[in-house]
């Protein structure tokens, strides 16, 4: 069957966290990382995230990047668009949610979008177009002091209207409340009032629900990873995706595991020390000579079924103290350097299933490794997926942001992949 749904995410995680939700829901998804080159075969799949890392760049290469992806999506023949961004709105007056927006509707010569990113689940929630971060507004929260998007306008239809040329109207929770039907008739009243765009209230998956219906007909949705609860309902409705049996199969993979973790957070520093009472441990000195080889040599006779771990994972204390030596870039740098050159010699030396635990981390290794893109399995704990790479010979990796997952997640992870592969 072709392609369903195509969507264009702003950045690397968020994309995760967009194909973790359509596979939730039972379509067969696969990120990809950047635009691939032309010729690239489609891959068989129900949905494709091209993950960009357009947020924070400035609003023109944004557009650019994002209409390159989307034009990938259209050649691949995807029935429906997404454009993805964080569900706190990351943005700036300059944009990049709404000049992004407006150039893909432009393309897809579409006259009328959605803005929706609101994921109850994870407490963002819309109410009178006001967007709420746990409970309390968006400007009150963390978000304020963001170092590169600091949200001090908790509305989102004046945070959106300053960086668009089109007109932004509220579909009020009052109609979306009322279901699908109510929704499409308020999306028409807007349109005659002239609004090229609509920021939707969502207090509740339901909702969220009642609004991908009522999109089904719209080219482009846009959102975060919560408005793809309500869409793989509308191509299930139309006969186009199968009950979603399966969806999070992946192909088996067989091969010695290991576990790499460059991040210092909290939960990754309980799962570091939960694993090293089970399994041999090699640990990382930042400020040592010939590391990735010292390693790899230690690695060499441990490799096998079980997994071993290979960690910088530090108290803060300690991280200060390199900091402090190497400056905190320098520190990162050559940490994810050595991450990237160990991942690069497990894997030639045959491990085929890697843990990764860092958002920063998991992008080095994922770099380094070559990946170009990943199908994504059944989750492991909320938000982290086992994945494959699109490679002839798949190589399966979790990709672990550092506050994820219980204290057990490295040693289970490897359970659950033996689930979901068999
Ligand atoms: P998280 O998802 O927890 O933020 P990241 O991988 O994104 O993890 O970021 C962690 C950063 O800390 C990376 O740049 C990594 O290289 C760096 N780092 C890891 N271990 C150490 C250490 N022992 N000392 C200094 N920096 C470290």
Redesign the pocket.
């Known amino acids: 069957m072709s392609l369903l749904l195509g969507a264009v995410a702003d950045d690397f995680t968020g994309a995760t966290d967009l194909c973790n939700t359509l596979v939730r829901r039972g379509m067969r998804t696969v990120q990809l990382i950047d635009v691939p080159p032309p010729g690239t075969p489609v891959p068989q799949a129900d949905a494709v995230v091209i993950a960009l890392k357009s947020r924070t760049v400035p609003a023109p290469d944004a557009i650019r990047m994002s209409l390159k992806a989307l034009a990938w999506l259209r050649e691949a023949a995807a029935r429906q668009f997404l454009f993805k961004y964080c569900s706190t709105f990351d943005s700036t007056p300059e944009g990049n949610i709404g000049p992004v927006a407006e150039a893909m509707l432009d393309t897809l010569d579409g006259d009328f979008t959605i803005f929706c990113p609101a994921f109850p689940e994870n407490a963002r929630t819309i109410f009178k177009g006001y967007l709420f971060v746990g409970d309390v507004l968006l400007s009150e929260s963390g978000m304020r002091d963001h170092p590169l998007t600091p949200m001090r306008d908790p509305s989102l239809v004046r945070v959106l209207q300053a960086q668009s040329k089109g007109k932004v109207g509220l579909v009020q929770h009052a109609a979306v409340g009322r279901g699908p039907a109510a929704i499409r008739e308020a999306f028409a009243i807007l349109r005659r009032d002239g609004c090229r765009h609509a920021i939707v209230d969502a207090v509740a998956d339901d909702d969220l629900a009642a609004i991908g219906e009522a999109c089904a007909d719209l080219p482009l949705i846009t959102g975060g990873s919560g408005i793809a609860l309500g869409l793989p309902e509308n191509f299930r409705r139309a006969g186009l995706l199968g009950a979603g049996g399966g969806a999070d199969t992946l192909p088996p993979v067989a091969g010695p595991a290991a576990v790499l973790s460059?991040?210092?957070?909290v939960a990754?520093r309980a799962q570091v020390a939960h694993m090293s009472e089970r399994a041999p441990v090699f640990t990382?000195d930042?400020l040592g000579h010939d590391v990735a080889a010292a390693a790899l040599a230690w690695a060499a006779d441990r490799l096998g079924p079980a997994p071993i771990l290979i960690s910088?994972?530090?108290p803060p204390e300690?991280?200060a103290a390199?900091?402090e030596k190497?400056g905190?870039d320098e520190?990162?740098?050559?940490?994810?350097h050595i991450?990237a050159d160990v991942a690069r010699g497990l894997a030639e030396r045959g491990v085929r299933r890697l843990v990764v635990?860092?958002?920063?981390?998991?992008?080095?290794v994922v770099q380094a490794l070559g990946v170009t893109g990943l199908r994504i399995g059944r989750q492991i704990d909320p938000g982290v997926p086992w994945t494959t790479s699109l490679d002839e010979k798949p190589i399966a990796l979790a990709l672990?942001?550092?506050?994820f997952g219980a204290p057990d997640f490295f040693m289970r992870a490897f359970t659950v992949l033996d689930e979901v592969t068999r």
Do not use: H
């Not at 635990?357 to 080095?364: K, N, P, S």
């Open positions: 460059g991040s210092c957070s990754t990382i930042p910088a994972t530090a300690q991280v390199i900091q190497l905190r520190a990162g740098a050559r940490v994810e991450m635990a860092g958002g920063e981390t998991a992008g080095a672990k942001s550092g506050n």
